[in-house]
């Protein structure tokens, strides 16, 4: 599978489909000499770009529509413009990007644009009550739009382990200290509902996206490192089901669990994607024309230099069950 994009180093794929295509918002990876590490510093990025092709064909052309946002556009931010999402409502574009403030925590900042291949002006602040990384958009049938994000280690949701508001981070927590040991239950995503404008979380504040394992009906287990959420929050919804998909990070394996509301809980169901070339691994789910598709990224262009990927896509498919498979059921 050849990747999608291939004259610069592009991650972590948002695909949406806007105005019969589909756009594409990715990172931007550069090279870098910074040594990798658990707080991700080698992740270097300072600008995003945007895509869109009129066929996921694999001879169809991809677009890039340049440089829509930098770190020097945005006042509140230090460095590291990582995975961001978008969304479309009220008649415009809406960016959402994480990147470190000038206290060198992560928050979550928004940018407006009134096409979807930008350009994207941004918020002067980050959305208050924001932390962490990798914010991922779904916006409902009925119109209502929610938040979704979070990543451990890195993206410091271990710094918030006694709250769920921004203002309880501890850097005490720094590097790969997540919960662990017997009892100890895996720390789930965040997710807010947002404002009608976009731009804000709602009075209802944000919550955790708690994860039940199918057989006990209780929390996936903090040890549970092949089916704990670590990164990479995304949402969609098939046939009134939600599915809430994420990356369990060391163990690099993609996966899903699905409910009956955007709030959950959810319940584990299964694998999306095996382990790839790279550490990271981070994604995409979305309908179009008729099927559906999975944009993700691995490092085989660079020859598996983990801050070095590239964006690639393939088709899923959906059983009887509404479970999430790779091969096309007969």
Not at 14 to 29: C, L, N, R, T
Not at 107 to 112: E, H, S, T
Not at 208 to 218: H, K, Q, Y
Not at 223 to 233: K, L, M
Request: hydrophobic share 35%; proline share 6%; aromatic share 14%.
């Amino acid at each position: 599978m050849a990747p999608l994009i291939t004259h610069l180093y592009t991650a972590d794929p948002s695909a949406h489909v806007f105005e019969g295509k589909v756009y594409i918002y990715p990172s931007h990876d550069r090279e870098t000499d910074i040594q990798f590490n658990d707080n991700g510093d080698q992740y270097d990025m300072a600008d995003y770009h945007v895509f869109s092709t009129e066929s996921l064909d694999p001879q169809a052309p991809v677009i890039d529509h340049g440089v829509v946002l930098r770190t020097e556009d945005i006042p509140w931010v230090s460095k590291q413009l990582w995975a961001p999402d978008a969304a479309y409502k009220n008649g415009k574009y809406y960016l959402y990007f994480p990147a470190r403030d000038k206290q060198n925590v992560f928050r979550i900042g928004v940018a407006v644009g009134e096409r979807p291949e930008g350009p994207f002006t941004a918020e002067p602040e980050p959305i208050a009550g924001s932390y962490s990384i990798d914010p991922a958009t779904f916006v409902d049938d009925d119109g209502e739009a929610y938040l979704y994000f979070g990543g451990l280690w890195g993206g410091q949701l271990q710094c918030y382990q006694s709250g769920l508001t921004a203002d309880v981070y501890d850097e005490s927590f720094l590097g790969p200290k997540e919960p662990c040991g017997e009892g100890a239950v895996a720390m789930g995503a965040r997710m807010g509902k947002l404002t009608p404008d976009m731009l804000q979380f709602s009075e209802e504040g944000v919550k955790e996206v708690v994860i039940l394992a199918p057989e006990t009906g209780e929390r996936i287990a903090a040890d549970d490192h092949d089916r704990r959420f670590f990164e990479a929050a995304w949402m969609h919804k098939r046939d009134g089901v939600y599915y809430f998909s994420y990356s369990t990070g060391d163990t690099h394996y993609l996966c899903y669990a699905t409910a009956k509301t955007p709030y959950g809980p959810f319940t584990y169901g299964g694998r999306i994607l095996e382990p790839v070339l790279g550490w990271t691994t981070h994604h995409s789910i979305v309908e179009f024309q008729g099927r559906w598709w999975l944009f993700h990224h691995d490092c085989e262009l660079s020859g598996g230099v983990n801050h070095l990927r590239s964006v690639k896509v393939k088709e899923i498919f959906y059983d009887a069950d509404g479970k999430i498979v790779a091969v096309k059921p007969e």
